[in-house]
């Protein structure tokens, strides 16, 4: 069914009339700016936490990785965080910039071609002199700087009310959004805003009632080193828009990511007895979100609320989960009963400053199979589960300045409430609070701690743990926007994180709860920004 989708939507593009004339050309674009300055989060060097060495039938490997390009840390790897939480560490501070440039061009018959350039730098990364010799350089020469700075970002054909109805079909390179973002956007929230486009064809119907989206996209591409290896995203999405200022959502979205994987190549035995015997056989992911949404204004009241479930094979996920000293993964991970939940009420005044007061929360289920029991312990053939939370896909939503910086974080629940005001027509702030709690917490073996390492009391009794603590913290933050002109914009925020000892102790809630987030004290941290914005 996806090969006829496709096929029938390039048809129908090759259909549109070849004899389009060009109308109209309009050229955009826009300038983004932002320095970050973050002070007692980062590690100046990854802290080592549980080694292997001590613990030999304790942990299966740690998986890393991002949505489904997951990787593999090396067996005999220590378990590694980027945070530290800890004033002795180095900040880190960063200036980033990001340069679009667009061109539209308008035919006859509703046909329309869109081309978008962009660049994602950080200040200094390309700087072409030398000033200790003065001698100036190409970067990329010189074994520096980037070699990408300009990407096709978007490039897309577009036919509107093809055949006199409401379709419009969308064929190239190009954004993806729907509803808040809670699960597809645009990576251009807060910091590291690199931004995010899809290989794809978009198709869709809308009328004042109601529309519907329909599209399919290549998210990787093995060309012949795989028969059926690629990574493809596929979903329906639907609005209905027949009640004033409400809108009601519902959807289906399918990851699926058919690499090929094998834990034994040169093995004596057959694949197909591996196969029988359940191991080094991985079928391709196939992660299910479906989906509802209600969000609008009612008088004075607005509000947001959206709930997702997951469901299919997470053979990805679950090779990473190889015990140390192991072969075989676990090939029966799934990402079935996980679920996730976002949602805000807020309340606007009708006097001066308008005042705005809102609540909300989100919960996102994760699970940490990571321990063993004595039998299994005992048991030198056992295969642990593999831990799989909520897959966050390409959410655009951000819940901690410090923790949830790629829109990845999961295994968690947050709880957020706040108040903005408009002194004056163009200057907005804004505080708000975040409580902040792992969803399962890890269970670590029982330790003492030397040094900033935690060394367990009996290296080899792995089955002996004790769970960490469940609160990582709460954040406050305070933000000021000020709307110069029509075009630009300026705004600057500060953000402070109360560290609490589920941060200090650690829980695998980074990397869509793939990746360990602790520290080696639980000093606060603070993050200070400043940004600027011009559009054209």
């Known amino acids: 069914m996806r090969k006829l989708f496709v096929i029938l939507a390039v048809l129908t593009l090759v259909a549109v009339p070849a004899m389009a004339e060009l109308q109209n050309v309009t050229v955009g674009g ?37 949505n489904t390009n997951f990787g593999v840390i090396n067996s005999n790897a220590d378990i590694f965080s980027p945070f530290d939480w800890n004033d002795k560490g180095n900040d880190l501070d960063i200036v980033e910039q990001r340069t679009r440039l667009n061109v539209n061009a308008d035919f006859t018959d509703e046909v329309s071609a869109f081309i978008e350039l962009d660049s994602y730098d950080t ?6 002199s030398n000033y200790v010799t003065g001698a100036d350089f190409a970067p990329v020469a010189a074994g520096v700087g980037t070699t990408d700075d300009v990407e096709i970002y978007q490039a897309y054909i577009q036919a509107e009310e093809m055949w006199g109805t409401p379709l419009r079909l969308r ?15 645009t990576n251009d929230t807060n910091s590291f805003f690199t931004g995010l486009s899809f290989d794809g064809i978009r198709a869709t119907y809308g009328t004042d009632m109601f529309s519907v989206d329909a599209w399919a996209a290549k ?29 009601i959502d519902a959807y289906w979205m399918l990851v699926r990511d058919a690499a090929g994987f094998e834990d034994t190549p040169g093995t004596w035995l057959p694949e197909w007895i591996e196969n029988w015997l359940g191991v080094d056989d991985y079928d391709p992911t196939y992660l299910h979100t479906v989906g509802l949404r209600g969000a609008g204004t009612v008088d004075a009241f607005d ?102 910086t790629n829109a990845d974080m999961s295994n968690f629940w947050a709880i957020r409430a706040g108040v903005s005001a408009k002194p004056t027509e163009s200057v907005e702030v804004m505080l ?49 926007k000020y709307n110069y002109s029509e075009d630009l914009v300026f705004e600057a925020g500060w953000a402070h994180l109360f560290v609490d000892d589920g941060l200090k102790d650690g829980s695998f809630t980074s990397n869509n709860g793939l990746v360990f987030n602790g520290g080696t004290s639980d000093d606060d941290a603070d993050y200070v920004y400043v940004e600027t914005r011009l559009s054209f």
Do not use: C
Not at 123 to 128: C, H, S, T
Not at 338 to 365: C, H, I, K, S
Not at 370 to 394: H, I
């Open 30 to 66: 826009s300038i983004q700016i932002r320095a970050n300055y973050y002070m007692s989060a980062f590690g100046d060097t990854p802290e080592v936490r549980w080694p292997n060495r001590f613990n030999v039938r304790f942990l299966p490997v740690r998986a890393v990785g991002n």
């Open 123 to 128: 200040w200094g990364e390309d700087f072409r």
């Open 171 to 185: 064929v190239g390179r190009q954004e993806l959004s729907f509803g808040s973002e809670f699960l597809v956007g």
């Open 219 to 247: 998210l990787n591409e093995v060309f012949a080193f795989e028969e059926d290896g690629d990574t493809d995203f596929y979903g329906v999405y639907g609005s209905y828009t027949g009640m004033e200022n409400i809108s």
């Open 303 to 404: 509000f947001e609320a959206e709930f997702a479930y997951q469901f299919g094979d997470a053979d990805q996920v679950g090779r990473t989960f190889r015990p140390f000293g192991f072969t075989y993964a676990d090939n029966d991970a799934d990402f079935d009963g996980n679920w996730a939940v976002n949602g805000e009420l807020g309340y606007t005044f009708d006097m001066n400053y308008q005042p705005r007061v809102f609540v909300g929360g989100a919960y996102f289920t994760g699970e940490d199979n990571r321990d063993v029991s004595v039998l299994e312990w005992l048991n030198p053939f056992d295969m642990p589960e593999a831990s799989v939370g909520f897959n966050r896909l390409f959410s655009n939503w951000e819940y901690s300045q410090f923790l949830d």
């Open 432 to 480: 708000k609070g975040t409580y902040l709690v792992a969803d399962e917490a890890f269970d670590a073996p029982r330790h003492i701690k030397i040094g900033r390492y935690r060394v367990p009391v009996q290296p080899r009794w792995s089955f002996w743990t004790t769970q960490n603590d469940e609160d990582l913290g709460i954040e406050a933050e305070l933000s000021a």
